[in-house]
């Protein structure tokens, strides 16, 4: 179909759209070279701009990777449209910063505790010296390095979950921390004590799955995530009085 039927206003989404159907039509994988923007502009009987509207659009929803000087590939169709989207409605008003927050909090917490006996078998003893070492970095750095401590949290998080070879779980996993730790500074919940706390928490989380007991797994995540739930709740409270 020519650009000259298609109607302007549904025109990039027609072509955006049409890439997609490419990729699939061509079971294309990730990391997959794309054709070159001519090529498309062929294969799609659409223009240049058009194209290039369509590739700027799936490249902001993880779909296709431009490198530059190199070409376009098929992306590793991650979730960072869901980070901005959910960052952006937790920043639109502090009530919606808390549901956000709430609502993080609760699927974390469903991921970890939902899966500790399939955690526990498949976390091996590199796993378990990595996720050592992360709560060491994280007692190092303390509030003094704020960014570091934030990223040995993730790490950690984020390797508890790997060896269950999930890919959607991890993803998911990654993306909600990251939208957590975006909108949490905006709420003045976490203290220098609520640091010591959860380098304690994370210990036991390592202890448990080193000594295979889920029971005490299970104990060590819910503490962890208590106190978090304890201080949303104030600060929603002081939210509503102006207090």
């Known amino acids: 179909m020519s650009e000259a039927r298609r109607g302007r206003s549904s025109l990039r989404k027609e072509v955006t759209e049409e890439i997609k159907q490419y990729i699939i039509d061509n079971r294309m994988r990730p990391g997959d070279l794309l054709p070159t923007e001519a090529e498309l502009c062929i294969a799609l009987n659409a223009s240049r701009s058009s194209v290039r509207e369509a590739v ?49 909090v609760d699927v974390r917490e469903l991921f970890e505790r939902g899966n500790a006996e399939r ?65 949490s500074p905006h709420l003045n919940l976490m203290t220098i004590e609520d640091e010591k706390i959860t380098v304690d928490v994370h210990r036991r989380i390592v202890d448990a799955a080193r000594t295979g007991d889920p029971v005490a797994f299970v104990a060590a995540v819910a503490d962890h995530y208590a106190p978090v739930r304890r201080r949303l709740a104030d600060a929603r409270a002081r939210s509503t009085t102006g207090t």
Not at 74 to 90: D, I, N, P
Not at 146 to 161: E, K, Q, T
């Open 56 to 104: 700027k659009t799936l490249a902001a929803l993880d779909i296709v990777e431009v490198r530059h000087g190199r070409g376009t590939y098929v992306g590793r169709l991650g979730l960072s449209a869901l980070v901005e989207s959910m960052t952006f409605r937790g920043m639109l008003s502090p009530d919606d910063d808390f549901q956000v927050y709430a609502d993080l």
């Open 119 to 183: 955690i526990i078998a498949a976390l091996g003893p590199e796993h378990l010296d990595t996720l050592d070492k992360l709560v060491s970095e994280m007692e190092q750095q303390g509030s003094g390095g704020r960014d570091g401590f934030v990223a040995s949290d993730r790490a950690f998080h984020a390797l508890l979950v790997e060896p269950l070879g999930n890919e959607l779980m991890s993803q998911l996993t990654l993306a909600f921390w990251d939208v957590y730790s975006i909108v």
